[in-house]
């Protein structure tokens, strides 16, 4: 009898082969590694969440309804659906990551010319 029971319960080392293939782990993926130019980008580690909301304190809802001709920047604007709409669309998301580089390129030609004034001053 132990015998029979032993061959019948043997499916411990015969499930991982079965009809003669052996089922093979998954293999851990190796991420990609950035290149040095998207790591030089500028918008390199910046979230849509983040340009959005500076691009909106900085300029406002009026100025990115009238750039980028969207509903969702002219009628009842938020937060939530712009960026639901800018993640679908490419075309609109690209349009913003444009405005906010010409802002940071504003912002830092007001920062310099601040300090150029206030060294006047002294």
């Not at 015969?14 to 190796?30: F, N, Q």
């Not at 580690?45 to 750039?67: N, P, Q, R, S």
């Amino acid at each position: 009898m132990d015998t029979e029971n032993n061959q019948e319960n043997k499916s411990t080392d015969d499930a991982k082969a079965t009809d003669g293939l052996v089922e093979k782990m998954p293999v851990k993926k190796i991420k990609r590694q950035a290149t040095q130019a998207e790591l030089d980008h500028p918008l390199h580690g910046v979230k849509l969440v983040t340009i959005l909301e500076d691009v909106v304190d900085f300029y406002g809802w009026e100025y990115l309804a009238k750039e980028v001709n969207i509903l969702c920047f002219k009628h009842n604007p938020t937060i939530k659906v712009s960026l639901k709409f800018l993640r679908k669309f490419d075309w609109a998301r690209e349009h913003v990551e444009d405005i906010y580089m010409d802002m940071l390129n504003e912002e830092v030609y007001q920062r310099v010319l601040a300090k150029k004034k206030a060294e006047n001053k002294i």
